[in-house]
């Protein structure tokens, strides 16, 4: 009899085991993961939100950069369910199927080195559009012209993008609507990323090129990251930088000048979040978070939020899931 007893109990621990296992395997198996990838502007604030949100729900969110063109390709191949786009949808885009929201604001820069030729002058004077548009187009081939004066060892060296890339695409169409092709014949070497530009523009005194905000200012201080400088635009063309054309100090002051509008736009852009068709399920839910709780972690991070009318109807678009 005891031997029954003892029997029927290691079977019964037998079967809690087996579905305490069977349990865990499905806890495991409806574990959701969203996959994210492209544009490597918002790429340091998708990082962001991925963490809070994976601190308040069960689901793992996994995040690659590789620019705007590959955020896009990933959606529609279904490697990704959301492509980080920071410029404009392409029509063709569109009419392929892709559903884009709003979700942040940020900038493109010129960036030069500290120890540029004509570093002073810049400084002083900043560069107008035409200046930055002959630059990237080639037309002004030394720093000395730009203030009609004769130096030696200072030839500029333009720096591209080599990556589909939306800082690219933004860039260009400030310049006078350009292409990013525009932008790659004109250079004397095209990078990937905005990372490697910044290392380029570092290494040369005489180089220029172009960068989404968050590689020029440290997010923490404020202050500018290393040798890297924000080129200031001279936007009345007066040859002299005027006083409320001076917000390129500090990180605060030059995003409340985004904000209000005294940053052109182009090359200030939103940032979209792209899916191959309206967002659904789980990845609807983190994309309606970062447009309500979300929100709050940009200004920290060097972005600027949607305001509050814009915000309203990114929110109806994702919930109606049509524009």
């Known amino acids: 009899m005891k031997k029954r007893i003892v029997y029927i109990f290691l079977i019964l621990c037998l079967l809690i085991s087996i579905l305490a296992s069977c349990s865990r395997t499905a806890d495991k198996a409806v574990r959701h993961a969203i996959r994210i990838s492209g544009a490597w502007a918002l790429y340091p604030m998708m990082v962001v939100w991925a963490d809070e949100y994976m601190k308040i729900h069960d689901i793992d969110i996994e995040v690659t950069g590789g620019g705007a063109g590959k955020g896009i390709s990933d959606v529609f191949s279904n490697q990704s369910d959301i492509g980080m786009v920071s410029r404009p949808l392409k029509q063709e885009e569109l009419e392929q199927g892709a559903f884009y929201i709003a979700v942040a604001k940020d900038t493109v820069l010129a960036i030069i080195n500290e120890n540029n030729p004509v570093y002073e002058d810049i400084m002083e004077k900043g560069l107008s559009p035409e200046d930055l548009r002959k630059i990237f187009l080639g037309e002004v081939s030394r720093w000395g012209e730009l203030f009609n004066k004769n130096m030696e060892d200072d030839e500029i060296i333009v720096y591209g993008r080599a990556d589909s890339s939306g800082a690219a695409s933004v860039w260009a169409s400030f ?86 509008g005294k940053y052109p736009s182009p090359p200030t852009r939103e940032e979209y979040l792209v899916g191959n068709g309206p967002f659904e399920g789980y990845v609807k839910e983190f994309v309606k978070w970062i447009l309500e709780d979300g929100q709050g972690f940009l200004e920290p991070n060097g972005y600027v939020g949607l305001v509050e009318n814009e915000r309203e109807k990114e929110l109806e678009y994702l919930i109606n899931e049509s524009r």
Do not use: C, H, W
């Open 175 to 260: 310049l006078g609507g350009y292409t990013e092709a525009d932008l790659q014949n004109n250079s004397d070497s095209n990078v990937s990323g905005d990372q490697p530009m910044a290392n380029s523009v570092q290494g040369d005194p005489n180089a220029i090129g172009f960068s989404n905000m968050n590689y020029v200012y440290n997010t923490e201080t404020g202050g500018y990251i290393e040798t890297i400088r924000p080129v200031p635009i001279d936007l009345n063309d007066n040859d002299i930088l005027d006083d409320d054309e001076r917000f390129y100090d500090d990180r605060s002051v030059f995003l409340k000048n985004v904000s209000e």
